[in-house]
């Protein structure tokens, strides 16, 4: 990058106008400077002189571009800021696990029992959850889908979130956090519902909480460092996670976006708990 050079013979200003109010090795560092000068509305010179560069301004605008400079050296002390500490270290990447659990959805649709009794029997329904006790309704109803685009789409969703889910948190914590994302998202739609008349099955929720788990474990990370810009990276996380759920989670007509919501907002706490237990590891890869 290429930096102006303005000397100060050129200014028209009796040479006693101009003073001194930086010196530098280089034309890059003083130019640098001469930028936060120009940005509070005044003009600068860069002189070259035989040990480097001097950068000048007007005597009536000495005190003002010193402060200003000053402020600028004191904020550039600290910036860049340090990353935020990741003790995750790489795993075998998960696929065969999610691949499973695609064709165990897709068989369960093609071959398991007719529809309307698999589906009266296992959907998640709020008055049966908590008038009757089948809290097991929020377990079933992640397996069950209602037509085949509905499960096509989930199991291909379910393909993208939860290798990386597996390969993050390991194999067995994994599949163990999507579990109990999905079935705590569906007992708080169900509890939000409830008493009125509320139905829903699909594994969306586990999908949404995958993603929230990736929002809570890098919420836990900011939360815990002591980065100068801590809330902004606390906020980035939730924000795009949010922004995957407005995306992928809203939209169409039969779409359970209150699921879709809830198992996201679990998502988001266990992966917030759960991110303390990751450790550094100086040797071997952890196959989950």
């Known amino acids: ?45 860069l002189e070259e002189t035989v040990d480097g560069f001097r950068l000048r301004v007007e005597q009536s605008g ?50 398991g029992p007719p529809a309307p009794a698999w589906i009266h029997r296992g959907v998640l329904d709020a008055r049966a959850v908590f008038a009757d006790g089948e ?8 397996f069950l889908h209602g037509d085949a685009a509905h499960v096509i789409t989930n199991a291909l969703s379910g393909l993208l979130v939860f290798p990386a889910v597996l390969t993050t948190f390991g194999r067995r914590r994994g599949w163990l956090l999507l579990l109990l994302g999905g079935i705590a998202g569906n007992l708080a739609v169900a509890a939000v519902n409830y008493p009125g008349p509320y139905t829903s099955l699909g594994a969306s929720t586990a999908i949404f909480a995958g993603v929230g788990l990736f929002a809570g474990r890098a919420v836990r990370l900011a939360w815990r460092s002591r980065h100068p810009h801590r809330g902004r990276a606390i906020f980035a996380p939730l924000a795009a996670g949010a922004t995957v759920l407005a995306l992928y989670g809203t939209g169409a007509q039969r779409v359970d976006v209150g699921a879709h919501l809830t198992g996201f907002l679990a998502g988001v706490v266990l992966g917030f708990v759960a991110a303390p237990g990751e450790t550094r590891r100086t040797a071997g890869i952890d196959r989950g």
Do not use: K, N
């Open 1 to 45: 990058m290429s930096w102006p050079v303005a000397i100060a013979v050129e200014s028209g200003l009796p040479e006693e106008d101009l003073v001194e109010v930086g010196r530098y090795a280089t034309a890059e560092q003083g130019a640098a400077h001469g930028l936060v000068v120009l940005a509070t509305g005044q003009p600068y010179w």
């Open 62 to 111: 000495l005190a003002y571009a010193q402060r200003h400079l000053a402020a600028y050296d004191r904020e550039r002390l600290r910036w860049p800021p340090p990353p935020i500490a990741d003790p995750w270290t790489p795993r075998t990447f998960e696929f065969l696990t999610p691949l499973l659990w695609s064709a165990t959805v897709l068989a369960l649709f093609r071959f």
């Open 135 to 142: 809290v097991w309704r929020a377990l079933t109803a992640l």
